[in-house]
């Protein structure tokens, strides 16, 4: 995470966000990890229904593993499941306060519910632990007036 925080750019905070995501990838069980693997591959082909099966399956198996739990609510994200997938969120965030991708995914579906305030500070939270990214940045300067209000 300091590595990511102290990124002068777009390439170097890359670089050390793919290293994040493949340590948080690692559950540390064999098994585990074909369970994050199949409902991820399912995810790629738009399968959302194996997806949810796989990662339910994962989820109970490995309750305390936040990638699992991420994976679900992007599941339930892509089915427009928004209560579900706010649920293993939280869950996420209980288990890793810095996942800066759950935060995003809280942001996204506050966007999506048209709450901008709750929306801009998913991001925002999310934006001081992912510097240098861009879909975050138009999220932001997106909502920011209807968030913030008008400066004067």
């Known amino acids: 995470m300091a590595e990511l925080a102290a990124a002068e750019d777009a390439i170097a905070a890359g670089k050390a966000e793919r290293a994040l995501r493949l340590e948080w990838s690692k559950s540390g069980s064999a098994a585990m990890d074909l369970l994050l693997k199949r409902g991820r591959d399912a995810l ?16 109970d198996h490995a309750p305390d593993f ?10 339930y994200y892509a ?13 996420t ?41 861009e879909e975050l940045d138009a999220a932001l300067e997106r909502l920011r007036r209807d968030a913030t209000g008008w400066k004067l």
């Open 44 to 59: 790629e082909v738009n399968n959302t229904e194996a997806a949810i099966e796989h990662l339910t399956a994962l989820t």
């Open 66 to 75: 936040a990638e699992g739990w991420l994976t679900l609510a992007t599941a």
């Open 79 to 91: 089915e427009e499941m928004f209560g579900p997938a706010a649920r293993a969120l939280e869950r």
């Open 93 to 133: 965030l209980a288990l890793n306060p810095e996942h800066f991708g759950a935060l995003q995914g809280i942001g996204a579906i506050y966007d999506n519910l048209e709450r901008p305030e709750l929306a801009y500070e998913a991001y925002a939270a999310a934006a001081r632990l992912r510097p240098h990214d």
